[in-house]
Every structure is written in C-alpha cells, then in structure tokens.
C-alpha cells in the first residue's frame, strides 16, 4: 500500500513562494508523481506530472512558468516549487502517482492534500 503525504503548505501573501513537498511511503522509484489542485466549488485541476526517472515532466499552461515539478527519488520525494503566488492559486493542493504519466486525474495513490492560501 502505497501512502503519499504532502507538507509545505501555509497561508502566504501574493508574490511570495512555497515549496511543496509529497514524500511516499514505499519504495515507488517505478511510478509517475503529479500535483493537482482543487479549489472550493471547482474541479480538481492539473499542475504538473513527471515521470519516474524525472526525464519527462508535464505541466499545465496555467501555471508555467511559475510552478516547477522536481523529485528525488533517493528520497521518495516530489516537490512543486510554485513562485509569484497569487490569490487565485489559493487551494487544497494534492500529489497522486501511478504507473502511467498523464494529466488527468486517474492516478492510482492520492495524498491527503495540503491547504495553500494566498492573501491578497
């Protein structure tokens, strides 16, 4: 059983940084890692993915340039380096991963989710 645990989350002001972090619990160096979003009343939305050996990373145009994807797998560890934040990134942010790079939400582990506010 594969469990992921985010932690970086916090209330911050616009324009400041965090680092998001989603450590998995097993040895997962085989499977995909991505960042998803959910905001209240919207849809879980897609950030970034990168594959297993970090060769491959995704990222959704709504956020590039300002939110990276990195992993370390000596670590088993994902990160999203998310920069110039703003009011509107406000959200519960989730990491998932699975046996299959993509940038819809079916991957097979999900993490508990970490809260990120952003004040204007």
């Known amino acids: 059983q594969v469990q992921l645990v985010e932690s970086g989350g916090g209330l911050v002001q616009a324009g400041a940084s965090l680092r998001l972090s989603c450590t998995a619990s097993?040895?997962?160096?085989?499977?995909?890692m991505a960042w998803f979003r959910q905001a209240p009343g919207k849809d879980r939305e897609f950030l970034a993915a990168?594959?297993?050996?970090?060769?491959?990373?995704l990222g959704a145009d709504s956020v590039k340039g300002r939110f990276t994807i990195s992993r370390d797998n000596a670590k088993n560890t994902a990160y999203l380096q998310m920069n110039s934040l703003k009011p509107e990134d406000t959200a519960v942010y989730y990491c998932a991963n699975g046996t299959v790079l993509r940038t819809t939400a079916d991957y097979d582990y999900w993490g508990q989710g970490t809260q990120v506010t952003v004040s204007s």
């Open positions: 097993s040895r997962t160096f085989s499977y995909h």
């Open positions: 990168i594959s297993w050996n970090g060769g491959t990373t």
